[in-house]
């Protein structure tokens, strides 16, 4: 699948596209990444840090593997992409590392806390960082409940027949959360960084 997608963007857009299948839960293999994006393109100016979710279930489940699992997946991928690419766009005076975490950073989520704690620590981390950079080049996209086939697994808040039942829950299409996601597309978002997290939709999009 990550071939073909690779070959559709290529397709349609015919711009170089590389695809590197890594388990960015192991640094070694983050490190090889690193090394091809740099021999390939030269440089990286936008680095989006996407990595899937750590196992659901209560406190009592996880024994203390799970823990470091979601650490080494969840938060430390995080922070070996944010070392390598960083003082390549601090040297350069320009750059973006878009963080795509949850909900969870904001409202934990039933069941979840192996997301719940992680993910957080991933925005916590950011923060300092862009607080030592003097000016901020890090986004957080906060993703809601999505109707996808796992999402019934991880919440206990999407009814059988893919509705959603807790509020506070985004639905797909609702208008506000249209006007939201918009908002964050904009070329305005681009210098707000953390305040992606706490600013309310601007009164024009209500």
């Given amino acids: 699948m990550l071939d073909e997608t690779a070959a559709s963007i290529r397709k349609a857009t015919g711009v170089t596209v590389i695809a590197v299948a890594t388990d960015v839960s192991d640094p ?13 393109f030269g440089r990286v100016d936008i680095l989006v840090t ?30 070996n992409l944010t070392r390598a690419v960083l003082p390549g ?16 950073v904001k409202q934990p989520v039933d069941n979840l806390i192996l997301s719940n704690s992680v993910r957080a620590a991933v925005t916590g981390f950011a923060v300092q960082c862009e607080a030592a950079w003097n000016f901020r080049r890090s986004d957080h996209w906060c993703m809601g409940i999505t109707d996808t086939d796992g999402a019934p697994r991880h919440t206990s808040g999407i009814r ?6 807790r509020i506070g829950a985004s639905k797909l299409h609702d208008r506000r ?9 904009s070329h305005a978002t ?17």
């Fill in 28 to 40: 070694a293999a983050i490190d090889q990444l690193w090394s091809t994006a740099r021999s390939e």
């Fill in 160 to 165: 059988s027949d893919g509705s959603f039942s």
């Fill in 190 to 206: 681009l210098m707000r960084s953390t305040q992606l997290l706490h600013r309310p939709v601007p009164p024009a999009t209500r």
């Fill in 177 to 185: 959360f249209d006007s939201r996601r918009r908002w964050l597309d």
């Fill in 89 to 104: 766009m601090k040297e350069r005076g320009w750059g973006r590392i878009i963080n795509i975490t949850s909900i969870a």
């Fill in 50 to 79: 996407n990595a899937g979710g750590p196992s659901a279930g209560p406190f009592e489940s996880h024994p203390p593997s799970a823990w470091s699992d979601a650490l080494r997946l969840n938060f430390e991928s995080v922070v």
